[in-house]
Nanobody, 128 residues
Framework: QLQLVESGGGLVQPGGSLRLSCEAS????????MTWFRQAPGEGREGVVC????????KYADSVKGRFTVSRDNAKNTIYLQMTNLKPQDTAVYFC?????????????????????WGQGTLVNVSL
């Protein structure tokens, strides 16, 4: 069974930092394109960062460039999202998703949600 489990969400003040984790089981994460999405209350799901299988193949949403960083630990079969200088508008449920064939270079990577495997999400709440 292919599974993704996110963790690391929580309540943080504006300007603070959090690191989200997404652990894969049932498949080898290194073979997959991974995407972090988020969904704010009352909004649709949008891609935050797409991480391809190759080094340096990441693509970030403009809203998080310079503040969020994605990384992988293939030995732990886990992908991370380091978030810094958090803003109230970053408040959302964050999901990781995996797809064998997703190409981060395609223009629809942020809004195409047809991916093979999804996690259950973790809530990030940025407020005073």
């Amino acid at each position: 069974q292919l599974q993704l489990v996110e963790s690391g969400g929580g309540l943080v003040q504006p300007g603070g930092s959090l690191r989200l984790s997404c652990e894969a089981s049932g498949f080898t994460l290194a073979h997959y394109t991974m995407t972090w999405f988020r969904q704010a209350p009352g909004e649709g799901r949008e891609g935050v960062v797409c991480s391809g299988r190759g080094v340096g193949s990441e693509k970030y949403a403009d809203s998080v460039k310079g503040r969020f960083t994605v990384s992988r630990d293939n030995a732990k079969n886990t992908i991370y999202l380091q978030m810094t200088n958090l803003k109230p508008q970053d408040t959302a449920v964050y999901f990781c998703a995996a797809d064998l064939l997703r190409d981060c270079g395609l223009s629809d990577w942020q809004y195409n949600t047809f991916l093979e495997v999804w996690g259950q999400g973790t809530l990030v709440n940025v407020s005073l």
